[in-house]
């Protein structure tokens, strides 16, 4: 991961947009309020930069939750659709080293790994639609469960009539609609 600094301006700028989205969105987040979440971003600045990598790729960040046992805020990405700056990427690295033509840029994981985030599991992604209908026209890799991933294989989820679909498919391919989507405990 990059240990990058925002600039003062950008980090007053993201801090604006942060809140503006937390109010919009209350219901994604009841009980929590967004001043316990700003002094937490204030006091870990490597977070602010690794969220304002998940805003400029399009994805949208707020926060979803609290983690009770860690005392961190869960920051994932609610943009409607895959975040547009994180898609057309294979699953990992070994997926990229394996296409022998027509290579993707680069792959979800290495993507998450060079913004400091985590791509969501399956359980996060149910999660995540229990707030709103998300990736009706796109779709999202999903951290996969090492025996799939060892057999070739990588999961992604969308949503298509009325619920929740979570597939398979091979983890070298990529589509111009599959990104992924991410989340950040601060």
């Known amino acids: 991961m990059k240990k990058e600094k925002l600039s003062k301006e950008r980090t007053t700028a993201l801090l604006l947009l942060l809140k503006k989205r937390f109010e919009k969105n209350m219901s994604r987040h009841k009980g929590i309020k967004w001043d316990d979440v700003q002094k937490r971003l204030e006091e870990k600045p490597q977070k602010l930069w690794s969220l304002n990598e998940m805003e400029e790729t399009n994805g949208e960040p707020d926060v979803t939750g609290y983690d009770k046992k860690t005392g961190e805020y869960i920051f994932v990405d609610c943009s409607a659709e895959s975040p547009k700056g994180r898609r057309s990427l294979c699953y990992d690295q070994a ?35 229990q707030l709103g209908n998300f990736d009706a026209k796109t779709s999202s890799w999903l951290a996969t469960p090492a025996a799939v991933r060892e057999l070739g294989g990588a999961i992604f989820g969308d949503f298509r009539f009325g619920r929740v679909f979570i597939y398979h498919n091979g983890a070298e391919s990529y589509y111009g609609v599959r990104g992924f989507r991410a989340s950040l405990k601060v």
């Not at 027509?102 to 913004?115: D, F, I, L, T, Y």
């Open 95 to 129: 997926a990229w080293e394996s296409r022998k033509e027509h290579k993707p840029q680069n792959s979800a994981m290495a993507v998450a790994a060079e913004m400091g985030v985590e791509v969501l599991t399956e359980a996060q992604y149910h999660e995540l639609q």
